[in-house]
C-alpha cells in the first residue's frame, strides 16, 4: 500500500499533531468539531523530511495524493482550480508540530491569474477586490516562492500610492491596483527572469517547495536553536480555501485569544481590521481596531465568535490563539492553537483554569514551566522599553545570559569602589575582566555584574545566582581598559559613572536606563498557589544554599526546607576579619596559627548563629573550609609588581626607614605565597588535605557549629547542623575527619551542658570517591554531590577554561548537547552519581543524599535526581520555587505518567 503523504481536514485530529503538525491538527479538529472551517488538506512533516533526504523532491506519490485531495476540495466547495468562470483559490501555510510564529512561510491567493482573475471579479461583482488579491498574489509568491526582494514592491506600491494620493490600501481604486498588478509582474521578470507563471498547478507545485524549504530557513532555524526545538520534526503544508475578508466593510479579518495572553485575565482578547486580509494584521501595515469593536459592526458574527472560543478553550482545556476571517458577514475559523503567553498570564490561566473545573491540579502544575516561575521571581525589562532603547541606538552587546533578571546602576570598575558606592545608596552594576572571590564584597551590594570573560557557571555567575543578582557573563564585545577605567563596544566609549542596563535574561547590555518591573513573591498569589500544589505532589526535598542569614532569610521565604550548602570561605574574605585570615595563613608556628584562630572563633559563631537562628528548625549543611589558602591572600602577580616598584623607588630613598619595613614585609608575604603556589590548585592543597594536615583550623570550625548549636539549643531553638567534608578521595580521609569532628562536639556538648544532633558527612566531587561509596558511607551520614567539581574532574577539563575556549563551540557544533555545567551529563556524570547512590545506600540504606551544585536548580537536572533517588536538591535562594515546581514536575512525569503540556 502506498505511503499516506496527504490527510484531508476531515480525516484528521489532534491526536496527529506530530504527522500534521500544529495548523492541520487544529484544523481538522475544528473541522470534525462542526465549526466553520474553509476545506482543505495537509501535507504531512514526515512528507517535509522525506522532501529534504531525496534531494528536495517531493517523495514519490505525494503530488498525486494532493491532486486527489484538491478535486474533493473542489466537489466540497462547487469550485475548480485554474476555471476562469467560478475559480478555486487556496492559502498555502506552513505548520509545524510547535508553533514557531513569523518563522516560516505562507502563500494566499493562489490559483489566480489573469482569466481566473476575470471570474473572481465577476463572481464577487467586485472587480477591485480581485485586483487587491491578485496583486498580494504576485507580491507574496515573488518574495516568499521565487525570493525577490520584498523591498521593490513596497517601493512600487508605495510610489503608485503617492501617485494617487492614497493614504491607506484601500484608497486606492481599481485602475491603480492594475497599474500596481502590471508593475509587480515586470518586477517579477526582472528579477526572476521569466514572466509571472500563470498554471495554478505550477504555482502550487512550487509554493509547496517553498514552504518546505522554509523550514530550513535561517530564521527559522535560529529558532528552533534557541528553544531547543529538533530540526528534524519537518513542517506540514496546509493548502486550506481560500475566504475573503477584503471584500468590503462586512468583511474583515482577526486574531483573537480567549483569555488576555499578557495578563491572564479571562476576556476575548485581540484585534480585527475591516475590510483586509490576514497579512495586513500581522504586517502592521493598518492598525487594527479592539476586538470589542466588532461587536458593534457585526453583532452576530461577535456571539458567533465568543461562543467558538468558549467551545474551543474547553475543548482543548487551555487558552487559545485564534485567527479568523469574516467573508460578507460569514465567519470562518482559520486556526486554533494553545496561545502564547507571558510568564504571569501562564500562572494565572493554569490556576484559574483549576478553580474553574476545566484542569486538574497536576495539570496545572505540568502547564507552567519553571523558566516562566524564573521571570516571575527577577527584575525584569520592560520589553517596550528595551525595544525603545534599541531605537535609539543604546543597545551595546549581548553576552552569556548567566543570571537572570534586570539591573541599571552606574557602571564601576573595582569591587572597594562598588562597595563604598552601594552602601551610600548609589546603584551600581560592577564591571570586571572576571570576578575573584576577592570581588565578593562589591558583588554583595552591586545590582548587577557584568564580565568580560567568563561562562555561565563561571564564579560571578554562581555568585551571581546565588545573590539573585542579574549577571551578563563573557560579554567578549566590551574591552575593559581598568587603568582609564572605562569599557569601549564598536566604536562606542562607557565610562566609570556612566548609567548601563543589563539583562541578565537575554545576555544584552544597553547604556543608559531602562524601566524595570519588580515582583514580590508574597504578591503573586497564583503563584504562590501552585507551589503549593507542587509541594503536594514532589517527592525530592527543596533546599537552599546560603552563606549568610539574609540569604537563608531569603530562601526560607521561597520555601527551601534546609539549607544543603553553607560556604564558610566566604565568611573569612569579609574585611572585618581578612587580616585575621592573613595572620592564620602566615603564621610561621602553630602557636601564632592558633591564636590567629582564637580571634577567628566567635566570629564564626556569631555566623553560623544568625543561619541556624533563621533555619530554626530545618537542617543546616555546613562545608567546612574548601579552597587553597593562597586564595585568601594578594596575587602572586600583584605582590611582585609592588615589591619591583618598592625595589626602585628605594633606590632613590635609600634612607626612607618606613620604605624599607613596606619592602621587608612585601618580601616576606611574596616568599610565603610563592612558597604556597600551585600549578594546578583546584586538584591541590585544598579541602580535607588541608584538613588532615592543618587539623586546627577545621577544629576551630567545628567548635563554632556546635557552640552555636548548643548555645542556640539552650534558648529552646531546634537546631540540625550537619557538617560536610570537601574534596574527599579516600575514605581513609573521612575517618581522620570524622574522629576530629566527634571528638570536638564531644568536647563542646560537655562543656555547654547540652546535646545538639548533627550529622557528619561529605562532598562527593572527585570520581574515586564516587565509586567507592560503599567506603564512604561507613563514615558517611549523607552525601551531597558538588556537580560542579566532579563535572571537571569527570571530563577532564576547567570549567571556566573550557567554557571560554571550546566548550560553548561544542555545543554549538552537535559535538555535546548541552553546557555540562548547566545541565547535568546523565551518560558520564549521572552514570558516575546512579552507581555512587546504589552502592551507599547498599551499606547504609538511611543515607541521605542530595545535590548541592549548581544543577540543584536546572530542572532538567532536578528531573534526572528525582529518577536516580536522591532525598533533596539545593540550589540558590532565587531557584527554590523553580525547584519546588521542577521536582512537582519530575514526580508527576515518572510516578504518575503525566507530560509536560507544550504551548504551541
Known sequence: MAKKWV???????????????????????????????????????????????????????????????????????????????????????????????????????????????????????????????????IQMFGRIVMKVPGEKFDEAFEKIKQKYGAQKDTDLGVEALKEVVAEFKRIYKEHVGEDFPSDPYEQLRRAIGAVFESWFGKRAVDYRNYYGIPHDWGTAVNIVTMVFGNMGDDSGTGVTFTRD???????????????????DVVAGIRTPYKIEELKEKMPEVYEQLVKVSELLERHYKDMQDMEFTVERGKLWMLQTRAGKRTAKAAVKIAVDMVKEGIISKEEAIMRVTPEQVDQLLHPRFDEKAKEQAKAEGRYLAKGLNA????????????????????????SVIL????????????????????????????????????LGKPCVAGCEAIRIDLTRRLFTVNGKVVKEGDIISIDGSTGEVFVGPITTIEPKLEEEEELLALLSWADEVRRLGVWANADYPKDARQARNFGAEGI???????????????????????????????????????????????????????????????????????????????????????????????????????????????????????????????????????????????????????????????????????ANELKILKELVDETARKVMEEQGVTVKYKFGTMIEIPRAALTAGEFARYAEFFSFGTNDLTQTVYGISRDDAEGKFLLAYVEKGVIPANPFQTL??????????????????????????????????????????????????CS??????????????????EYGLKKKVIV
Open 825 to 874: 551529563d546523565r551518560e558520564g556524570v549521572g552514570r558516575i552519581m546512579k552507581m555512587c547512590v546504589e552502592e551507599a545506600r547498599q551499606v547504609r540504606p538511611d543515607i541521605e543524599i542530595g545535590i548541592c551544585g549548581e544543577h540543584g536548580g536546572d530542572p532538567a537536572s532536578i528531573e534526572f535526581c528525582h529518577i536516580i533517588g536522591l532525598n533533596y536538591v539545593s
Open 877 to 894: 535562594p532565587f531557584r527554590v520555587p523553580i525547584a519546588r515546581l521542577a521536582a512537582a514536575q519530575a514526580a508527576l512525569q515518572h
Open 261 to 279: 495572553p499578557a495578563t491572564g485575565e479571562k476576556i476575548l482578547w485581540g484585534e480585527y481590521l475591516p475590510n483586509a486580509q490576514g497579512e
Open 431 to 466: 564591571v570586571r575582566p572576571e570576578t575573584s572571590p576577592d570581588d565578593v564584597h562589591g558583588m554583595l551590594v552591586a545590582k548587577g555584574i557584568l564580565t568580560q570573560h567568563g561562562g555561565a557557571t563561571s564564579h560571578a555567575a554562581v555568585v551571581a545566582r546565588g
Open 7 to 137: 490527510y484531508m481536514f476531515s480525516e484528521g485530529g489532534e491526536s496527529m499533531r506530530d504527522l500534521l503538525g500544529g495548523k492541520g491538527a487544529g484544523l481538522a479538529e475544528m473541522t470534525r468539531a462542526g465549526l466553520p472551517v474553509p476545506p482543505g488538506f495537509t501535507i504531512t512533516t514526515e512528507a517535509c523530511n522525506e522532501y529534504f533526504k531525496n534531494g528536495r523532491k517531493f517523495p514519490e506519490g505525494m503530488w498525486e495524493q494532493t491532486l486527489e485531495a484538491l478535486r474533493e476540495v473542489e466537489k466540497m466547495t462547487g469550485k475548480k482550480f485554474g476555471d476562469p468562470s467560478n475559480p478555486l483559490l487556496v492559502s498555502v501555510r506552513s505548520g509545524a508540530k510547535v508553533s514557531m510564529p513569523g518563522m516560516m512561510d505562507t502563500v494566499l491567493n493562489l490559483g489566480l491569474n489573469e482569466e481566473t482573475l476575470k471570474g473572481l471579479a465577476k463572481l464577487t461583482q467586485n472587480e477591485r477586490f480581485a485586483y487587491d488579491a491578485y496583486r498580494r498574489f
Open 403 to 426: 543570571s537572570p533578571g534586570a539591573a541599571t546602576g552606574i557602571a564601576v570598575f573595582d569591587a572597594d569602589t562598588a562597595e563604598e558606592l552601594g552602601k551610600k545608596g548609589e
Open 564 to 730: 544543603g550548602l553553607c560556604r564558610t570561605e566566604h565568611m573569612f574574605f569579609e574585611p572585618d576579619r581578612l587580616p585575621i585570615v592573613h595572620q592564620m595563613i602566615l603564621a610561621e608556628t602553630l602557636e601564632e596559627r592558633q591564636a590567629a584562630l582564637d580571634k577567628l572563633l566567635p566570629i564564626q559563631k556569631e555566623d553560623f548563629k544568625g543561619i541556624f537562628r533563621v533555619m530554626e528548625g530545618l537542617p543546616v549543611i555546613i562545608r567546612l573550609i574548601d579552597p587553597p589558602l593562597h586564595e585568601f591572600l594578594p596575587k602572586y602577580e600583584d605582590l611582585v609588581a609592588e615589591v619591583t616598584e618598592l625595589r626602585v623607588r628605594l633606590e632613590y630613598e635609600k634612607d626612607n626607614a618606613e620604605l624599607k619595613a613596606r619592602l621587608a614585609e612585601k618580601e616576606a608575604l611574596l616568599r610565603k605565597v610563592a612558597a604556597m603556589r600551585e600549578a594546578n590548585p583546584m586538584l591541590g592543597f585544598r579541602g580535607v588535605r588541608l584538613g588532615v594536615l592543618w587539623p586546627e583550623i577545621n577544629r576551630m570550625q567545628v567548635r563554632a557549629i556546635m557552640e552555636a548549636a548548643c548555645e542556640l539549643s539552650k534558648e529552646g531553638l531546634r537546631v540540625y547542623p550537619e557538617i560536610m567534608i570537601p574534596v574527599t578521595a579516600n
